[in-house]
């Protein structure tokens, strides 16, 4: 969807930090982790739970999801295949940039399409991305839901909703499945962390942090 | 340009943390300090210099800029006023997430149009952004210019080119004026820190945080 380079008039600035500097200030590396699931199957709450696990292990972190992004970057987009395309692939961006700030950036969003989530994984790059698949019924997702949405897309009064009128491809890969419909969020948020300690993306048993030294600047 | 919240069929989620939490984990506030000016002006430069300095104090900082943003969140966008504006509104709803995670934002754009840099700070409110314009006469930039994009554009090669064939808005009341043609760029960095002290979005002499509290989880 770029332009290439030449004709967009602009050239990469090599700035002074790079990522690495970030990390080691905050004591962890940057990466995104992508919750992908149907609407109510606990995205957002696991990503929370996550998040708090995280601050208090003194990490630098942010939850993006569907709610949030659509009010403001994405305001602009629909549910149609191409505008949730577009939605995914400007979140991919803005994630990219969380990354390169060297922030643990949580995203929970429905991406029902495996090629747009493919899409992140190849510009961030794997050691990048740990994509989390929230595995969950439709009917259990239906019973769950406090915003009557689903009832709403049954009646055909919300168009091309996910699981109901409009298609969800579950990942073939994922990093970690979690299974929501038998599993408790914090337990489930437990395991992501355990993952993330794993991977040494953060230090166990907690992050240690460099101790904080004060230049003249 | 957003679509009413009951069309767009999301609703906000209340997050277990805060702005205020993640302020306190960062040991500053969460700020947006936009640089806006002519192409080859200065604004990268001083962005860049400007980061190092807090990242010196320990702060969790990150520079948008014109190059790195049109690569990506922005790739599909060109130069006409259209695209300038939509460019302009979705870096304003990026960098407002980069206020609620904490993080010292430093924007560096063109951003020439006043009514689009003012939608930012109505967003963000006026204490979260801080708006600094860097003053340069056209000539100046363009003998300065290392891209010979002036050129291209005096050519008529690249259209819709900032002070040239398109636009420039200066600020009517920028929070600080540089005039980068007679400033230099690290003391130019030094009085947007000094004004960032003063408001106490950092702490001085040197950003104190609190003590890394290591909760089990």
């Known amino acids: 969807m770029n332009k290439p380079v030449e004709e967009n008039n602009v050239t990469w600035f090599n ?11 905050h004591g962890h590396q940057g990466v995104v982790i992508w919750f992908t699931g149907l609407s109510a199957s606990g995205k957002s709450t696991i990503a929370r739970h996550l998040e708090k ?8 972190t942010y939850v993006f999801d569907g709610d949030n992004v ?16 577009e939605n995914i692939r400007r979140i991919g961006e803005m994630v990219n940039l969380y990354v390169d700030a060297g922030i643990i950036a949580i995203a929970a969003f429905i991406s029902p399409y495996r090629k747009d989530r493919e899409s992140i994984r190849e ?4 050691d990048r991305f ?11 997702c239906e019973a769950r839901d406090q915003k009557g949405i689903y009832e709403k897309a049954r009646a055909g009064i919300i168009k091309e909703f996910t699981g109901i009128s409009a298609p969800y491809e579950s990942p ?16 489930a948020a437990q395991r992501v962390l355990d993952l993330m300690e794993e991977r040494q993306i953060i230090k166990s048993p907690a992050v240690i942090k460099p101790p904080l030294v004060i230049r003249p600047v």
Request: proline content about 5%; charged content about 35%; glycine content about 10%.
């Open 15 to 25: 700035g002074y930090l790079t990522r690495e500097d970030r990390e080691k200030l």
């Open 53 to 60: 696990k995280l601050y208090n292990l003194g990490c630098s």
């Open 70 to 85: 659509r009010h403001g970057l994405c305001g602009d987009l629909g549910f149609s295949p191409d505008d949730r395309e």
């Open 123 to 126: 510009l961030l790059g794997k």
């Open 130 to 140: 740990m994509e989390i698949y929230i595995e969950c019924p439709v009917d259990v």
């Open 172 to 187: 073939d890969t994922p990093d970690l499945i979690i299974r929501s419909y038998k599993e408790d969020a914090t337990a």
